[in-house]
Structures are given as structure tokens and as C-alpha cells.
């Protein structure tokens, strides 16, 4: 059963911007955090973003700090995370989860699927 879904993955040339949303079907605690982590081939998970779910704060991964925005819509329970300016080595399988926050994979217990971010010319 499907408790985190990611969706808006896709094919994108560089420079261009996209969005992925993250919907949980399952209600998030307001003192949880969802995250957003992305993975190459043979590469740990890399943390990105992740944003407190009910007071908003988010925090980043200083390579990817002002050029993604982590977001969420409370009554959708959807997060979403903005991408701009997209470079090749954006490539990736980009996740969401929730969980207690934090930046390593083990603040988080439930994951999305995943969806594949291709950036190429």
C-alpha cells in the first residue's frame, strides 16, 4: 500500500526549472518533517531539503540551497520541492520521506518510491 507517493519527475534540458510533489496518505505529524533526498548509481542517498511540517521551517543541503525550495501544502498533505536551473548532475532518483527530520537517512522511516529526474540536452 502506497503511503508516500512522488510524482512530476521527467525528462528536462539544463537550466530548466521543475517541480516534484510528495504526497502522503498518511496524516503527518506536525512535529515531523518530510525530506527530500536524491541517489545515483552506486552513491549513498544524498540528503537535499526538509521542512518542518507545521511551522515551516525548512533547512538544505548547502549545494542545492538557493536553487531548490522545499514547500508543503498542509491541508493536501503534499511537500513539494522546486528545482531551478537544472544541471546535468542533477540526474538522479529524487525521494521524500517523513519522519523525525534531519539530514541523514535515518531521521527518516517512511519513503517514497521514488521518481527519476533526467537533465539532459
Known amino acids: 500500500q502506497v503511503q508516500l507517493e512522488e510524482s512530476g519527475g521527467g525528462l528536462v534540458q539544463p537550466g530548466d526549472s521543475l517541480t516534484l510533489s510528495c504526497k502522503s496518505y498518511?496524516?503527518?505529524?506536525?512535529?515531523?518533517?518530510m525530506g527530500w533526498f536524491r541517489q545515483t548509481p552506486g552513491k549513498e542517498r544524498e540528503f537535499l531539503a526538509a521542512v518542518r511540517w507545521a511551522s515551516g521551517v525548512t533547512w538544505y543541503e548547502q549545494a542545492v540551497k538557493g536553487r531548490f525550495t522545499i514547500s508543503r501544502e498542509i491541508a493536501k498533505n503534499i511537500g513539494y520541492l522546486q528545482m531551478n536551473r537544472l544541471k546535468p548532475e542533477d540526474k538522479a532518483v529524487y525521494y521524500c520521506?517523513?519522519?523525525?527530520?534531519?539530514?541523514?537517512?535515518?531521521?527518516?522511516?517512511?519513503w517514497g518510491q521514488g521518481t527519476q529526474v533526467t537533465v539532459s540536452s
Open positions: 520521506a517523513t519522519g523525525s527530520g534531519g539530514a541523514t537517512v535515518w531521521s527518516y522511516g517512511l
Open positions: 498518511l496524516h503527518v505529524s506536525g512535529s515531523d518533517a
